[in-house]
């Protein structure tokens, strides 16, 4: 790892700033420790927890000592409140809710890089989206349409699946098994049904304002 910038040391860990921004960092943990003055040799990044941040998208190492983050994908044109990703694919999603931006975008998840909105009429308010990376599809909900979307994610062939509801808000699809989930903050209700809409189910009422949710992959 190269100085380009400050460089903090803690233990086994050097994390290198430029900007406020973390560029790299790097885990030696062989013993000794593969530093050469301030070069790394560790071959493997950290994980990473990715946040959407009103205009822009927030990168942030697990395990960071020091909390530092990467504005990943600065000065988008509107309120980013959603995000998902294709691993196998190395591409982020993210919605946008905003009036001049809203809409469903992607770009490359290496480097953010490639940015495209990829869905951008009859779409108002996407509060969550949600990835299949098993057949390479993009699920949405619009809470003004009270409506579930899904799409190629390239945003072609986009399909109403699921219509009638009152204020869907945040999604999770279950490839593995077909199943997708979501909230209603009207309704104070987290539904389920199959990943083509079909088998509508309402799981849990009687919530006050559920906003986003996730599913145990393991223990389903």
């Known amino acids: 790892m190269e100085n380009d910038g400050r460089t903090f040391r803690h233990g086994e860990v050097i ?20 530093f050469t003055g ?19 998208l927030v990168k ?14 600065r000065d988008l044109p509107g309120q980013a409140v959603a995000l998902d990703m294709n691993i196998n694919k190395n591409l982020i999603y993210w919605s946008d809710v905003s009036h001049t ?3 469903i975008y992607r770009a490359g998840l ?9 869905i951008s009429e009859d779409i108002y308010e996407p509060n969550g989206i949600a990835v299949d ?20 994610d390239n945003g072609r062939d986009r399909v109403r699946l699921i219509g009638g509801l009152a204020e869907p808000r945040g999604l999770v699809v279950l490839p593995r098994n077909g199943l997708m989930f979501w909230t209603d903050q009207s309704s104070g209700t ?8 079909s088998d509508h189910q309402v799981l849990v009422t009687n919530l006050q304002w559920p906003n986003e949710l996730t599913v145990d992959y393991n223990s389903r």
């Open 101 to 103: 931006g809203r809409g």
């Open 110 to 118: 290496s480097d953010g890089s490639r940015i495209t909105r990829i």
């Open 190 to 197: 987290i539904e389920r049904s199959r990943m083509d809409g």
């Open 133 to 152: 990376w098993l057949a390479n599809n993009i699920y949405w909900t619009d809470a003004q349409l009270g409506a579930i979307f899904v799409a190629k």
């Open 38 to 56: 301030i070069n790394c040799n560790a071959s493997a990044e950290d994980a990473h927890v990715y946040v959407a941040d009103n205009n822009k």
């Open 60 to 73: 942030i190492a697990i395990g960071d000592v020091y909390g530092f983050k990467k504005n990943f994908i």
């Open 15 to 34: 994390v290198e700033l430029r900007n406020d921004d973390l560029l790299y960092k790097c885990l030696c943990t062989v013993n000794p420790p593969l």
